[in-house]
């Protein structure tokens, strides 16, 4: 495997750098400090272009570890599963459910506003992260990548998950850690409903947008699909001018 340390180096071949602090920092820990503990392989849903992926593959391989990282993604953008929860509207109910802050509410307001300022387009579910509906992407891309760092501990499962997350794929037996980050109510919904049963007790699925300004299903889904679980939700202690980061651990 190719041994990479500074700064640039992740930067060029766009690998998540898990050596400095970082938005994923609670879960890296959690792989750091349980591998050698806990059955079950790591899985990402909502690959892109493998930065994540490289990223918990790599810090695997530093560690020794022999587990694996499966990675689900369209590897073509957002395949057509939005959802009317996906619509940004849908902060409101949020509100009015209190299941979110007026603080949080404001942001996402504010966050609107700026990026119709700046966009010819009317921003929507779509458009409203900087990488657009993250079409700019391929398989052949991030099996590059994983070549060119001469990794093995990484199965691509390609197509959209209601397709691919199923017995008939390439998937874990246990799961000891997921990766989501893959922003649409019904894409929450596929992978939680896939994950859930072969997580093992103790594992963790750290929740990229439960505090998202953009995607509000995300939300909407965790709460929905928690209800009744043995599931305890956290979050990650807050650092000055940053997002809140939130993980969901399985118990019993
Ligand atoms: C925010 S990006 C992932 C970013 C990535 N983790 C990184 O480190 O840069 C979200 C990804 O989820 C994928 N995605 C969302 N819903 C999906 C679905 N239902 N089926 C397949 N891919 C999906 C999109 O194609 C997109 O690549």
């Known amino acids: 495997m190719l041994k990479i ?24 820990k959690f792989v750091r400090d349980n591998h050698d503990k806990m059955e079950g392989d ?41 959802n009317s929860k996906d619509d940004l509207e849908r902060f409101d109910d949020l509100l009015a459910e209190g299941l979110i802050t007026q603080d949080h509410k404001d942001a996402v307001k504010k966050n609107i506003e700026w990026r119709n300022a700046l966009s010819s387009q009317e921003q929507t579910v779509k458009n ?57 109510y019904q894409s929450y919904l596929d992978t939680f409903t896939f994950t859930w049963p072969r997580m093992v007790n103790g594992g963790m699925i750290y929740l990229d947008e439960y505090y998202s300004l953009k995607f509000p299903g995300a939300r909407i889904a965790t709460h929905e699909f928690i209800k009744g679980k043995q599931a305890k939700l956290k979050q990650h202690p807050l650092k000055k001018g940053d997002f809140e980061r939130w993980f969901l651990i399985k118990e019993g």
């Open 5 to 28: 340390i500074d700064d640039w180096e992740f930067n060029v071949l766009g690998v998540y750098n898990y050596h400095q602090p970082g938005p994923f920092d609670a879960l890296f």
């Open 42 to 82: 790591l899985v990402e849903s909502g690959v892109y272009r493998g930065k994540s992926l490289l990223g918990m593959a790599m810090m695997l391989k530093e560690l020794g570890s022999d587990k694996k990282v499966y990675g689900y993604d369209s590897f073509a953008g957002f395949p057509p599963v939005y």
């Open 128 to 184: 409203i992260s900087s990488s657009g509906d993250f079409s700019g992407t391929s398989l052949d891309l991030v099996n590059k990548k994983i070549e060119t760092l001469g990794l093995d501990n990484i199965i691509l499962v390609d197509g959209p998950f209601h397709e691919t997350m199923t017995e008939e794929e390439a998937h874990p037996e246990k799961i000891m850690a997921v990766l989501m980050d893959c922003d649409l």
